[in-house]
């Protein structure tokens, strides 16, 4: 009986292991196999055209709560957006420019971050806004989703009338010119 030198064994091992998990992904993944029905998903319904603004209470960048509905009485822009997502990073000046520009009783508008407070505190940073910002962690129920955004894209906005009302929603960027006859409600 003659033994195998150490190397060869392992080369053999190495080479039956391949194999081996080679042949499993084939037999768990080959056409006809039954795979198992993936869990269902959670849906939560977002809010629509002419339905009342969801109750939202979310903390700003310093942590304290904000209660949405605080905003009332006057129409209110809300911007979702990330500090990682460009073409947020993009309208940005001009939603400031938007907000900045606006009389006492014109549009509020308010920034709804699906960031992290630090990646939100080091992009005001570099890029501040002089209007509200608060923040929500992405997920399958965020504001951004609760506000009828189903796709769960950047960036979304959503225009609520004096009443409480949603009566404009818009996925995607504002383009040059375009958020003050968008914001009319």
């Known amino acids: ?19 081996g998990v080679a042949a499993g992904a084939w037999f768990f993944n080959r056409p006809g196999a039954a795979t198992p029905p993936p869990p269902p998903r959670a849906v939560t319904p977002g809010a629509g055209i002419g339905d009342a603004m969801p109750a939202i209470t979310l903390p700003d960048v310093s942590g304290t709560p904000v209660d949405l509905a605080r905003f ?10 990330a ?6 990073v993009e ?3 001009a939603l400031a420019a938007f907000a900045a520009a606006q009389p006492a009783d014109g549009v509020q508008v308010l920034g709804l971050a699906l960031d992290t407070p630090e990646g939100v505190r080091d992009f005001l940073t570099q890029v501040p806004v002089g209007y509200p910002i608060v923040l ?5 129920a965020d504001a951004s989703v609760r506000l ?7 960036p979304y906005s959503v225009l609520v009338d004096a009443r409480g009302r949603i009566v404009k929603q818009k996925l995607g960027p504002f383009q040059a010119g375009e958020i003050e006859a968008w914001a009319t409600p």
């Open 1 to 19: 009986m003659s033994l195998r030198p150490p190397r060869q064994l392992a080369v053999v091992a190495v080479l039956a292991a391949v194999l």
């Open 136 to 140: 929500d962690m992405p997920g399958p």
């Open 72 to 81: 009332g009485g006057r129409p209110l822009l809300i911007n979702v957006w």
């Open 83 to 88: 500090s990682w997502c460009g073409p947020c």
């Open 148 to 154: 009828g955004n189903a796709q769960g894209l950047l």
């Open 91 to 93: 309208e940005m000046p």
